[in-house]
DNA sequence: GTCTATAGGTGGATAGAC
DNA sequence: GTCTATCCACCTATAGAC
């Protein structure tokens, strides 16, 4: 915070950025980040404690999608399915943000900022602002939908999905996800005649 | 194949699955799966070769998907769904399948594993019984959907979908995802109308 | 503030004997 | 077929010099 100086921190902490985003977080070694950084391992640990504790550190939350739930509603799938792609995109510039996080999910405190961030990001933003019932459940929908298409692009490597038409792709599941975005007012495709009503369910 | 006496080669492997699933792949050491076993860690990787083959051999795929895929289109969408929340239930013998791959899809060979596993089991089948255009498309995006619901539950953890009321989301969700297998006929709550015609699009 | 040197501990994998 | 013993690489952390 406030910080002038571009030290040795801070070539630490993009060192590591781009590693683990590039290569991972279990191949990607505490001495390439020090020898990409120009320091020594020792320094890595001193700063931050620990690889894990980096990780978390450079993997920071993206804020855009917070700023798109926020935004109007009547374009909200197709308006998060564009900037997933985007981000998505080879050659962006946090592109892997998540994949990198994801990767590295065998440790309980990297799962823990994945369920975090999905909720302070997406989730919560976007239940506020929904209307109708189950309006919780479908922001978690809603989340997941997305959490898919970027699993399938940037964890399992779907070429044909990120090379696909972005245009259609983004008419087609923006659509899809559009249909929890807004509220199941009878007779749009939804079978929302067999849901029960909505009461509320946890005590 | 064939094999009659249960030998410690069937020990190993069971012993891995149970300890991948609950584990994880970097937590589980091959000392624990050979002791679980009840052989020396020597004889483990003698007859897998590796960790990862290891992992690779015990994690085979879910050919219940193929099996829903290949019935009714009608509730194509709510039967997916119903079957992911019903192998994602604490208890369910097979629970952490998918889990444990992705939290190791580290390794590039695993992330070929579950994108060939989707392709497989998942999207192949289904691209060639959905009628109207953009089906490989729209089959990949099934296969995303499906794929950020189990993400959701089994890798983040998000506690409150797993235990939602699985009739609405099923419900919820499962007529999200029906609507990417129905064919977009117009008038039906998609925004079909904004679509390009079925103009082939790689040049 | 930055670095050298080092030590402990873990874990996958191998060689060769029984 | 199974075991014992060992190798090697790596992460983490500490102590202390410049």
Redesign the pocket.
Known sequence: MGNVTA???DRIFDAARTLFERDGF???????I?ARA??????????Y??????LLATMGADETITQIVRGPLEDLGRELVRHILEVSAPGFARRGVFGALVRASDREAVRQRLRQTAEVTTIGPLRERLDGPDADLRARLVSAALLGLITAIEIFGDTDLASADAVRLTAIYGSTIQSLVDPACGGTGHASGSLPSSAPSAP
């Open positions: 030290s040795s921190r279990a191949a990607t070694g505490v001495r390439e020090a120009g320091v020594t391992p020792a320094l890595v640990i001193r700063y404690g620990s690889k894990e504790a980096l």
